[in-house]
């Protein structure tokens, strides 16, 4: 797979860390962020993500749910995926395109949700 560039957003520093190691090996171009501010403040940035993945739940004020919405508005082109121990029907509306991701997650079923089809 060519490098595609991917918006990584997670707040469990370790984790963070697990999964730039893993989506690295696998071929893509990771930028991480550490909350939904610097997630937006990257979508608003030079780079034009394919994929952006988030957690719902984030802190300093800004939820996962925020991010997929300025995902979709400012780089459309990218597929998002919005993680969350929450059932899917405990969740308002998600954008148009979002796929959700139930956590806990293994890496095959992150995988599936950003390579397969929409």
């Given at each position: 797979?060519?490098a595609?560039?991917?918006?990584?957003?997670?707040?469990e520093?370790?984790?963070?860390?697990?999964?730039?190691?893993?989506?690295?090996?696998?071929?893509?171009?990771?930028?991480?962020a550490?909350?939904?501010?610097?997630?937006?403040?990257?979508?608003?940035?030079?780079?034009q993500?394919?994929?952006?993945?988030?957690?719902?739940?984030?802190?300093?004020?800004?939820?996962?749910?925020?991010v997929?919405?300025?995902?979709?508005?400012l780089?459309?082109?990218?597929?998002?995926?919005?993680a969350?121990?929450?059932?899917?029907?405990?969740?308002?509306?998600?954008?148009?395109?979002?796929?959700?991701?139930?956590?806990?997650?293994r890496?095959?079923?992150?995988f599936?949700?950003?390579?397969?089809?929409?």
């Amino acid at each position: 797979m060519d490098a595609v560039s991917m918006l990584f957003v997670e707040d469990e520093e370790d984790l963070r860390t697990l999964m730039f190691e893993a989506l690295s090996e696998r071929g893509y171009a990771v930028t991480l962020a550490r909350n939904g501010r610097d997630a937006i403040e990257a979508l608003r940035g030079p780079v034009q993500f394919s994929h952006v993945v988030t957690d719902v739940n984030m802190p300093d004020g800004v939820s996962g749910l925020q991010v997929a919405l300025e995902a979709a508005q400012l780089q459309p082109q990218a597929n998002v995926v919005l993680a969350s121990g929450y059932q899917r029907a405990q969740l308002p509306p998600l954008p148009p395109g979002t796929r959700f991701l139930p956590k806990p997650y293994r890496l095959w079923q992150l995988f599936a949700a950003i390579e397969g089809p929409a």
